[in-house]
């Protein structure tokens, strides 16, 4: 057990002695105020009226059954109406730095989830076009979603589902062939819905280029085979360039060719969930809670959009997927419900969360004080790729990630691309520099450093305190991200300890002081260092060691 579970195992303890459930979890957090000590708990609080005491008194009572040595603290503390204050042994903040520098890359992992299998899909953008930066937020989003669960024990399976069937495709394909016909000669305008950006020009050029004298501009499905084709490639390239990468690529396409779309909704209909209707097929929705039915199979024949979705995450469930997380954008809302209702009507076992969703906002960005829309080469929308061409990955990766996925982002140019300490991932980057540079000036192998047989009481300047409980928090904070599946907490605590780390690096002068305390400052940056590093990993940014 680290420090924390075992103050709350004792408070656990002391509490259950006192008539207190045996499931009771006791929370810690840390004070606003560090004078108030390292941990407070609101435990007597929660506990006053079920155990009929009044706060004060009960925290009182919690305090005298404490086994301190057990909990690894050296005082408790009553507060306000009931607030229990703690502060920790300092031998435990000692095998604390020792046990993070052991662990090393390891420091924060856990195997909470078991190696159970877990699905995560995100991205799936449609292959019409170069990814936009509502795209990129997402793909940064995901993967640092998927790393956190992997962090945390769950075997994590990247999925990216291609939408390659739809009036979409079928827009693709006829400006395409808009765009073979301008470039033979003829005079033809781009259909309505079409797609205007440069690559489509480029595409049509590449058509011809394949075929030579065979171009046919009549042959629309070998332009949308084409254009499909190329367009996912594209679409690689764009992740490639982004760092991310994925395990299984899906087609829509694949539902229907296999039959899965039709086998779907004739499991609905034996179900006994749909009934026809002005010629079209619905779906019971509100038997499951939905404001109004949904139509499934229109009047035409065609399937409205959520139906080949449910076939989908009947393939995940039936591939083992036990558990699904879809990162989308906040504009598929109302897709949730509707999927969700599609595969609880099926009644083939699949729970009433599943698939669980990440959704996000979208990107604004700004450059000079005004908001950037176009793209040369997209036509209409600013790419990932070009953020990434003008401010490098490691920015465009801590911006998208800095902020909740469901609040809107603003995404500076210019701050991304400064050099101060305005930009986030530039401040973190250039405390994990400092870290290693004092490593480098002094000409000591920071693998050497264990921080076994260092005394680290004589670590007593205010900064070095609060910098070793922000090191210490770091695995609790690993596990509510990975929870919550908010990796903006990870980047929020990375720019904190950096602060840290900062001002610690300013007052201790680390190379400069009396051997014992050197030795006892080079474990804590050795500390310092691992964790930066390990926490800009699972972000997907680097972690340099000379800015």
Request: aromatic share 8%.
């Given at each position: ?285 509100t038997d499951f809670g939905d404001d109004k039915d949904r139509v499934m199979r229109k009047s035409d024949g065609t399937y409205t959009y959520f139906v080949p979705d449910v076939a989908y995450h009947v393939t995940k469930w039936e591939r083992g997927f036990k558990r699904a997380i879809n990162v989308q954008g906040a504009d598929h ?75 809107q982002l603003v995404f500076d140019v210019d701050v991304a691309r400064s050099q101060s300490d305005e930009n986030p991932v530039y401040y973190i980057q250039m405390a994990h520099a400092r870290l290693s540079g004092i490593f480098r000036v002094g000409e000591i192998d920071p693998e050497s450093i264990t921080g076994v047989d260092v ?93």
């Amino acid at each position: 057990m680290d420090g924390t579970e075992l103050l709350r195992a004792e408070l656990a303890r002391a509490a259950q002695s006192l008539g207190a459930p045996s499931d009771i979890e006791p929370q810690l957090e840390r004070p606003r105020d560090p004078s108030f000590g390292d941990w407070a708990s609101n435990l007597a609080m929660t506990l006053a009226k079920p155990l009929g005491r009044k706060p004060r008194e009960l925290a009182q009572a919690i305090v005298e059954r404490l086994d301190y040595a057990r909990a690894g603290i050296s005082s408790a503390e009553i507060a306000g109406p009931g607030f229990i204050n703690f502060r920790v042994a300092g031998d435990v903040f000692a095998e604390g730095l020792r046990a993070l520098i052991a662990a090393a890359d390891q420091y924060g992992r856990s195997n909470v989830g078991q190696a159970c299998p877990v699905n995560v899909e995100f991205v799936s953008a449609n292959p019409t076009g170069p990814l936009h930066v509502g795209h990129g937020r997402q793909a940064a989003l995901g993967d640092a979603i998927c790393a956190l669960l992997a962090a945390t024990g769950w075997r994590v399976t990247r999925e990216f589902y291609y939408n390659d069937g739809g009036v979409q495709i079928l827009n693709l394909a006829l400006s395409v062939q808009a765009r073979v016909r301008q470039l033979g000669g003829q005079t033809v305008d781009l259909p309505e819905g079409g797609y205007h950006g440069e690559y489509i020009r480029d595409l049509a050029q590449r058509y011809i280029d394949e075929h030579s004298s065979d171009a046919n501009a009549e042959d629309v499905d070998a332009l949308r085979r084409f254009a499909v084709r190329e367009l996912r490639k594209e679409q690689d390239r764009d992740l490639q360039a982004f760092g991310v990468h994925f395990d299984v690529y899906f087609l829509e396409s694949s539902l229907y060719t296999d039959g899965r779309v039709d086998q779907t909704v004739d499991r609905l209909i034996s179900a006994g969930h749909t009934y026809e209707k002005d010629g079209a097929l619905w779906l019971k929705t509100t038997d499951f809670g939905d404001d109004k039915d949904r139509v499934m199979r229109k009047s035409d024949g065609t399937y409205t959009y959520f139906v080949p979705d449910v076939a989908y995450h009947v393939t995940k469930w039936e591939r083992g997927f036990k558990r699904a997380i879809n990162v989308q954008g906040a504009d598929h809302h109302s897709t949730v419900t509707r999927v969700r209702v599609g595969l609880q009507a099926l009644d083939i076992g699949i729970p009433e969360g599943y698939p669980e969703y990440v959704l996000h906002q979208m990107v604004t960005v700004m450059r000079s004080g005004e908001e950037v829309k176009i793209s040369k080469r997209a036509g209409s929308y600013v790419t990932v790729r070009d953020l990434i061409d003008e401010v490098g990955r490691d920015a465009v990766r801590y911006f998208f990630l800095m902020r909740k996925g469901d609040s809107q982002l603003v995404f500076d140019v210019d701050v991304a691309r400064s050099q101060s300490d305005e930009n986030p991932v530039y401040y973190i980057q250039m405390a994990h520099a400092r870290l290693s540079g004092i490593f480098r000036v002094g000409e000591i192998d920071p693998e050497s450093i264990t921080g076994v047989d260092v005394d680290l009481s004589v670590l007593e300047l205010s900064e070095e305190q609060e910098l070793m409980k922000a090191l210490l928090d770091y695995p609790t904070l690993i596990a509510g991200a990975a929870q919550s599946l908010e990796p903006h907490r990870v980047a929020t605590y990375l720019h904190d300890t950096a602060g840290k780390i900062h001002l610690w690096y300013h007052k201790a002068h680390v190379l400069n002081e009396p051997d014992e305390i050197l030795r006892a400052r080079l474990v804590l940056a050795r500390a310092s260092q691992l964790v930066l590093r390990n926490g800009l990993e699972l972000l997907g940014i680097t972690a340099p060691e000379r800015m």
